[in-house]
């Protein structure tokens, strides 16, 4: 198989090329909470070929790629890269979907009434993701950039305490996201949908890519990378 890439983890095979998350996308294989499972491996589990997703794989890498890999120079250039980029945007987007939400429900809850379960997810899972940012923005990640300057925090006693927690938690967020497309078809737009709903799903499309690129960054390397420096310094 062309670059060996069956036994490669699909969390591996993207931060060597962001622009290969698309192609994974397409084929629903998940890079960010099952970045460690290996591509053959996943593709066998998802039931697609695993020549088919080579060649897409292939076709990615020969465009332009998605984003600056200098993001990955350093833990605390992933943290400012995560917050500026990813922390930032969900703050923005999440209460100008759940408004949007909260809209369609209420005009046409009678005509599809999973909108107002839709609805009430998404609330939960706002508050559920804000509340994880804020743990991630006040104690994991400041513990991580005092790892790096050679600094040592009492409590908790190690940094895999806190990224366990954030680990469980970004399943939760994984678990929410198919909650999403379970309840729109797949962000799928009925017919005769009016400009509010399908700017709606739109918006949840757009809020779940990045979300899996979010969670990847994380779990493929910025957490790895703080284990690995912690035991490293002893």
Aim: glycine letters at 8%; hydrophobic letters at 40%.
């Amino acid at each position: 198989m062309a670059n060996g890439w069956e036994g490669r983890s699909l969390g591996e095979l993207v931060l060597e090329r962001p622009g290969r998350s698309a192609a994974l996308e397409r084929y629903g294989l998940d890079y960010c909470c099952g970045g460690a499972a290996r591509l053959d491996q996943a593709c066998a589990r998802k039931g697609v070929e695993l020549a088919e997703v080579v060649a897409a794989l292939e076709t990615a890498d020969a465009g332009p790629d998605l984003e600056d890999p200098a993001w990955m120079e350093s833990l605390d250039s992933a943290i400012h890269h995560i917050t500026a980029t990813h922390h930032a945007y969900t703050r923005e987007a999440l209460p100008r979907l759940q408004r949007l939400a909260a809209k369609v429900a209420r005009v046409h809850g009678d005509e599809d009434p999973r909108l107002r379960q839709l609805e009430t997810v998404l609330d939960a899972f706002a508050r559920e993701t804000f509340e994880h940012m804020d743990k991630e923005e006040r104690i994991l990640f400041p513990m991580i950039q005092a790892l790096a300057e050679g600094r040592r925090w009492s409590m908790p006693p190690t940094v895999q305490y806190p990224i366990a927690c954030m680990l469980q938690e970004h399943e939760q967020h994984g678990a929410r996201l198919d909650e999403f497309r379970q309840l729109t078809d797949g962000f799928a737009p009925p017919e005769g949908a009016c400009g509010s709903w399908r700017a709606l799903l739109e918006g949840l499309r757009e809020l779940e890519e990045d979300l899996h690129r979010h969670i990847h960054k994380e779990n493929s390397f910025l957490f790895p990378g703080a284990v690995g420096f912690e035991r490293q310094a002893g």
